[in-house]
């Protein structure tokens, strides 16, 4: 009994002291506070190697990164990178989820067809991804299509999960509403099904390009003349540690764009789940 | 006319949920099902509904054999059950789409207004309040203008105040258009403010065990002795029913007694 109420009691002066505080300055600080630590340490780095602690060769310091990333963007090497390894990921992100979103619909709907499927779907998820280089390369070919198969592969498998997860956690009782309205099979999908499996479906997407995303390095680890992870490979070779993490950074700059992409674009649909959140808050 | 004919319902489970339950209900009459709990009288709506079919028996309206849900036979649940991706206004018109998106706009805005929320018509289901949400769900069923509406113990989620009130609305409501209400419950003081008739049913398996006719003119006052008096009936007879009536059955036993002497 005394911890429901201490609990309650912390649970309300929380908001009152957010509250309090002004909402433009929270607004910039908790961000900032975040990059306090990575833009000190890049700072600190910098005075070291400016003042001739270090020589960093091997860990350069940021202006010397940020000098390859612009020579390599002059040279206009970077855009070919760039594009190279978006357009793989992009060709097997959209394989992997037209596939994933597919049989996780069908085995999701239709419970037959989840026995008869799930079971091989979950055997071959048991395998690590990168097993399956050598055999793609031997039928695929080591150039375009065997990586973004293997793109695909990893994409695949958290689309079809939650898409069958998603379907089938549909609570039966909103299902019952629609019955009771008497819609059809394709009108219950696309007025109860779809919309109630969105959430799960942006999420399991959001998964599915990170995947992308790592196995994108993977595929251009194993034998690629261009491409983001070329430019890893390629200054590890020639002993070019900017190029490695100049590299890295616009990795992750991609990565955290397509998936922001992702998730501004699903935005609209999802309103009226998100509304509780936004206004918790900006309150 | 919504007739029941010996309707019962065996789940695959083997329990006998529900036996040889009659009943004709009139159009425009208001008929609360009350009983103990496990005594089939879910399971009787949504047979009703057509969202189950009876082991047994038939269920007819209007001399149409119900075994699907049906657009004359509309259901309010004992949750709202809104669609939570739809502003109020979408759900109240989510079985509106037959129709042209002018009228469905001018039903849904009135309907709106009945129920006094014209001014949530633009917000989430979740920013309402249990016994808001649970007014868009009446004014869903109602909108299309069901010929029976089964009500499934729509208000048993309230706090009793706003239960009270939501009584009273829907009672409101129902003389607009007079439908057939049907309304499961266990809450005596509920049915005695609603119903014309109220039918009694006994547990294990469910089967009708007094039907108590209500003639009590409207608005009912909740206070008036005529009111307790019903209501004392109907609770007597929910006793018998679960065998709980001690007094009772004593002097049934005895005049048995005497007459096997």
Redesign the interface.
């Known amino acids: 009994m005394a911890m429901t109420v201490e609990l309650s009691a912390s649970a309300e002066s929380e908001p009152v002291a957010k509250a309090a505080a002004p909402g433009r300055l929270r607004r910039w600080t908790r961000p900032a506070l975040g990059l306090l630590l990575p833009l000190g340490l890049a700072l600190a780095w910098e005075l070291i190697v400016g003042l001739g602690y270090s020589n960093g060769r091997l860990v350069p310091p940021p202006t010397k990164i940020f000098a390859t990333i612009v020579d390599l963007a002059r040279s206009g090497e970077l855009t070919r990178h760039i594009v190279a390894t978006l357009s793989r990921v992009f060709a097997g992100f959209a394989l992997g989820v037209v596939a994933g979103t597919l049989l996780g619909a069908v085995a999701g709907y239709w419970s037959l067809a989840r026995r008869l499927l799930d079971p091989t779907v979950q055997a071959l998820r048991a395998i690590p991804s990168i097993a399956w280089v050598p055999l793609f390369i031997l039928w695929l070919g080591i150039f375009e299509t065997s990586k973004v198969a293997l793109i695909a592969v990893g994409v695949f498998f958290p689309v079809y999960l939650g898409v069958m997860g998603a379907i089938m956690s549909v609570d039966r009782?909103?299902v019952?509403?629609g019955?009771?309205?008497?819609l059809s099979g394709p009108t219950m999908i696309r007025?109860?099904l779809l919309?109630?499996v969105?959430p799960a479906y942006v999420v399991s997407l959001r998964v599915g390009l990170g995947l992308g995303w790592m196995f994108v390095v993977a595929a251009e680890f194993m034998g690629a003349s261009e491409g983001l992870g070329y430019l890893l490979i390629d200054g590890q070779q020639l002993g070019k540690p900017a190029q490695i993490l100049a590299a890295i950074v616009i990795f992750a700059i991609l990565g955290k764009t397509t998936d922001w992409l992702i998730e501004i674009g699903f935005a609209p649909l999802l309103r009226?789940?998100d509304?509780?959140s936004r206004q918790s808050g900006g309150a | 006319m919504l007739v029941l004919d010996r309707v019962g319902k065996i789940y695959p489970n083997g329990v006998n949920a529900l036996e040889r339950f009659s009943a004709e209900i009139n159009l425009g009459e208001i008929v609360a099902i009350i009983g103990g709990s496990g005594c089939g009288k879910s399971t009787l709506l949504r047979t009703v509904a057509g969202l189950d079919r009876a082991t047994s028996g038939t269920v007819t309206l209007d001399n149409i054999s119900i075994v699907a849900p049906h657009a004359k036979i509309g259901i309010i649940f004992q949750e709202p059950r809104l669609l939570p991706w739809l502003s109020v206004a979408d759900n109240i018109g989510f079985g509106l789409s037959d129709l042209p998106a002018a009228a469905r706009r001018e039903k849904v805005a009135r309907a709106l207004a009945r129920v006094g929320l014209s001014d949530k018509a633009n917000a989430w289901p979740r920013e309402l309040s249990g016994g808001q949400a649970q007014r868009v769900a009446i004014a869903r069923a109602l909108v299309p203008q069901p010929e029976v509406l089964l009500l499934d113990e729509p208000f048993s989620a309230l706090d009793a105040f706003t239960r009270r009130d939501l009584q009273d609305h829907l009672l409101d409501l129902w003389a607009d258009t007079r439908p057939t209400l049907v309304l499961v419950t266990h809450d005596v003081d509920e049915a005695v403010v609603l119903a014309d008739r109220a039918l009694v049913m006994r547990p294990r398996p469910g089967r009708l065990f007094e039907e108590i006719r209500i003639n009590l003119a409207r608005p009912r006052d909740r206070n008036s002795p005529l009111f307790d008096s019903f209501k004392r009936r109907v609770l007597t007879a929910l006793d018998r029913s679960l065998d709980r009536n001690v007094p009772d059955r004593e002097a049934k036993s005895n005049a048995g007694e005497a007459m096997w002497w």
């Open positions: 009782k909103i019952e509403v019955r009771t309205f008497r007025r109860i919309p109630a969105l009226w789940q509304a509780f």
